[in-house]
Every structure is written in structure tokens, then in C-alpha cells.
């Protein structure tokens, strides 16, 4: 499952990776049942995704929590992922990790889940750790 936004300005004055992650989060973090943590550092595990939400779901505090990879393109709307990265998300599929993208070129935001990357029927589809934005939104005819 994917989502793609409509075309927005909204992260046009992002220049990088973690100012388009900073904006996000503080975009999202309005909701009080929704905690959002950076969580990447040198000392975690490679491939580890950047960013925890917790959110409640039920007044007894049943708490569920999502991960999250920010990827930023470049003008021509590639992403591209670190080796470490694809071999962490298969090991560790039971995570549901979800891919928070950014276009710079059509200035949309993708938001799929990694296992989306392993496959072959998906426009996220990648054997080579990059993935051209454009082409994906050309392939669901945006």
C-alpha cells in the first residue's frame, strides 16, 4: 500500500534529507495521541529507519508503534537507499517500516512500506537500492 500526495509547496524550501524530516514531523506531531521520535544515530543498527511514532489507540494507553525512512530525491527525482538499508528492512519485516519520500522535482510526497521495494509488481520496485520518483508517478498516471 501507498500513498502519494497531490502536488503541495509545502517542503519546496527544504534543501536537505533532515530539513524535509524536521518540517514532517512538526507537521505531525499536532495530535496528542501521536508521539514522533528521531531515533537514528551512529549508534544504532545500519539500515535503522530514522523516526518512531507512537500513537494510542484506546483510553487503556494500547500504544502501537510505526517506523518511519525519510528520503529526500534529487532534481531529477531519485532516491536512493544505503546497502545496509533494503537487507534491514527484509530482515526485519514484522517492523512495517514505511518510506516517507519526498519528490523535489514534482514536489509530492510518497509515503509505501519497504516491503513495497521486494516487489516485483510494484512501482516502488528496486534491485538496485534507487528509485526515480518520476517514473513511479508516471506509472499510476500522475
Given at each position: 500500500?501507498?500513498?502519494?500526495?497531490?502536488?503541495?509547496?509545502?517542503?519546496?524550501?527544504?534543501?536537505?534529507?533532515?530539513?524535509?524530516?524536521?518540517?514532517y514531523i512538526a507537521k505531525h506531531k499536532k495530535d496528542?495521541?501521536?508521539?514522533?521520535?528521531?531515533?537514528?544515530?551512529?549508534?544504532?543498527?545500519?539500515?535503522?529507519?530514522?523516526v518512531i511514532e507512537l500513537v494510542t489507540i484506546s483510553a487503556r494507553s494500547c500504544t502501537q508503534a510505526f517506523f518511519y525512512e525519510f528520503k529526500f530525491?534529487?532534481?531529477?527525482?531519485n532516491i536512493k537507499f544505503q546497502p545496509t538499508q533494503p537487507a534491514f528492512y527484509k530482515h526485519n519485516s514484522e517492523l512495517l517500516i514505511n518510506v516517507v519520500a519526498y519528490n523535489?522535482?514534482?514536489?509530492?510526497?510518497?509515503?509505501?512500506?519497504?516491503?513495497?521495494i521486494f516487489?516485483?509488481?510494484?512501482?516502488?520496485?528496486?534491485?538496485?537500492?534507487?528509485?526515480?520518483?518520476?517514473?513511479?508517478?508516471?506509472k499510476l498516471g500522475l
Open positions: 500500500m501507498y500513498v502519494i500526495s497531490s502536488v503541495s509547496d509545502t517542503y519546496a524550501s527544504c534543501k536537505s534529507e533532515q530539513e524535509f524530516k524536521k518540517l496528542t495521541n501521536h508521539k514522533i521520535f528521531c531515533i537514528e544515530t551512529e549508534e544504532t543498527v545500519a539500515g535503522f529507519p530514522d530525491s534529487d532534481k531529477n527525482g523535489r522535482f514534482s514536489k509530492r510526497v510518497h509515503v509505501f512500506s519497504t516491503n513495497e516487489n516485483k509488481d510494484s512501482p516502488y520496485y528496486t534491485a538496485k537500492g534507487r528509485i526515480n520518483l518520476n517514473d513511479v508517478e508516471r
